[in-house]
């Protein structure tokens, strides 16, 4: 399945002073299948290695730290004459601490050799304080796919018809309906590759089902990576709590929700290591919306999101037949799905994840995002009701130049609110950038 990502390793193969690429990314992603896919299509071939599957690789990187003997050694292992034109591909590399710093070797005597690594749990390793060649190597991080990655295997037309959009105005009738059913649909699978390809194929739900559960079942396996036995009972406790603490009106999460008594303090290392896995997003407050956001984070407040709208949906248990009952989907959990994907979409798109913002009991918006040097408030509606006094009370005390609104409402911008209906999430970037000339005209 095409990937965005792919047009951003296209063009890392080409760049002068390439240095080895990391792609980040929790596990299930498509991150092996990219690499796999680069090394087909780009290069004459590729030599793979797994550290996760293999383990005695690892021996080769922590008695050798000279790159040639160590391209001489994997020419042998894997049985593919490793040069400019090999693609070599170090699969889960977090499993290998020795050959993540060994990457600083090849940028600094080999810089011809194209290298590409996956680490699912990277940003776990890292934590545990283990030697990174910073400054020698380059990141890319992969999302599960996106609803504008997923709709041309089910709705091509539709798919060209958004691709097409160059200007600010109304979608006509005749793809919107349909594009706010196929979003239902997206809702229901998420967009985890397995899932995707197995609900393109045969447009059951029930099916996905199984897969959906596999893949929630193989990250909570992943939990027992952590060294402390007593924080693998809390990791798991925290994710089993993540629809609960979304249900909420203002979803600010409550370690009350997870166990009853229990204190930050005991389960903030479970939290960080939802993070670093990439299995969850935190959502910050925000006390001041000014550049930069990160200066103004409330650190004892916050929220959690899931990586994937479908595996949120599976881990609540919400049946798929909600699908057919109206726009339920769009306000179950008071509206968290949604949100939960339009999250994911910001992050994919803006590469940082917004913070939320409120005043006291008088307002609160879901998001307010960080685009060049402009503050934008965000607010995701469930369905055509638009009334917002959150973003009102934003506006009049701030006056920001931009306002987002998601919404069942078609695409319009006037008076500097953009309403970007749910399907068009996907195209924030850009939508954005058109209201520029939009305001010219």
């Not at 299995?279 to 956001?293: E, F, G, H, R, S």
Request: proline residues 4%; charged residues 25%.
């Amino acid at each position: 399945m095409k990937r965005s990502l792919e047009t951003q390793l296209i063009a890392w193969k080409s760049k002068s002073g390439r240095l080895p690429l990391i792609i980040q990314g929790a596990r299930q992603v498509g991150k092996t299948y990219l690499m796999k896919w680069m090394g087909e299509e780009y290069f004459s071939q590729y030599a793979y290695f797994n550290f996760d599957e293999r383990p005695e690789l690892h021996e080769f990187f922590q008695l050798n730290k000279d790159a040639d003997r160590l391209i001489e050694s994997l020419s042998l292992i894997s049985g593919v004459r490793i040069d400019r034109d090999t693609l070599v591909i170090l699969d889960e590399i977090q499993e290998a601490p020795d050959a993540l710093n060994a990457l600083k070797y090849f940028a600094e005597s080999r810089p011809e050799i194209p290298i590409i690594c996956a680490g699912s749990l990277l940003g776990v390793l890292l934590n545990k304080g283990h030697s990174f060649p910073v400054g020698k190597v380059e990141f890319l991080t992969l999302y599960p796919m996106s609803f504008r990655e997923v709709l041309p295997y089910w709705n091509k037309n539709a798919a060209d018809f958004l691709e097409g959009i160059s200007k600010i105005e109304s979608i006509p009738q005749y793809f919107f309906n349909d594009l706010v059913d196929q979003f239902k649909k997206y809702l229901i699978t998420g967009g985890m590759p397995a899932v995707v390809r197995e609900f393109s194929r045969n447009q059951n739900f029930d099916q996905t089902e199984s897969t959906l559960e596999n893949l929630l079942l193989s990250y909570k396996g992943d939990f027992a990576k952590h060294p402390l036995m007593d924080d693998i009972a809390k990791i798991g406790l925290v994710f089993d709590s993540l629809p609960s603490q979304l249900a909420r009106e203002n979803k600010k999460f409550l370690y009350q929700l997870v166990r009853s008594g229990a204190r930050a303090r005991e389960y903030e290392e479970a939290i960080q290591w939802l993070i670093r896995s990439g299995l969850v997003y935190q959502v910050k407050k925000n006390t001041k919306p000014a550049i930069p956001l990160a200066a103004y984070d409330d650190l004892n407040a916050f929220k959690l999101y899931l990586l994937d709208v479908g595996l949120l949906r599976r881990l609540a248990r919400l049946s798929p037949m909600a699908y057919a009952e109206g726009n339920r989907l769009f306000t179950e959990f008071k509206g968290a799905m949604l949100e939960n994907y339009i999250l994911q979409s910001l992050v994919a798109q803006f590469n940082e994840v917004p913070r939320y913002w409120s005043s006291g009991n008088l307002a609160e918006l879901d998001f307010i995002l960080q685009f060049e040097n402009e503050i934008i408030p965000v607010e995701v509606k469930s369905d055509e009701n638009v009334k917002s006094r959150s973003l009102n009370v934003f506006q009049q005390k701030y006056q920001p130049s931009l306002r987002l609104r998601y919404s069942l409402k078609n695409l319009q911008y006037r008076e500097g609110l953009l309403n970007i209906p749910h399907f068009l999430s996907d195209y924030t970037h850009q939508l954005i950038t058109m209201t520029k000339d939009f305001v010219e005209e």
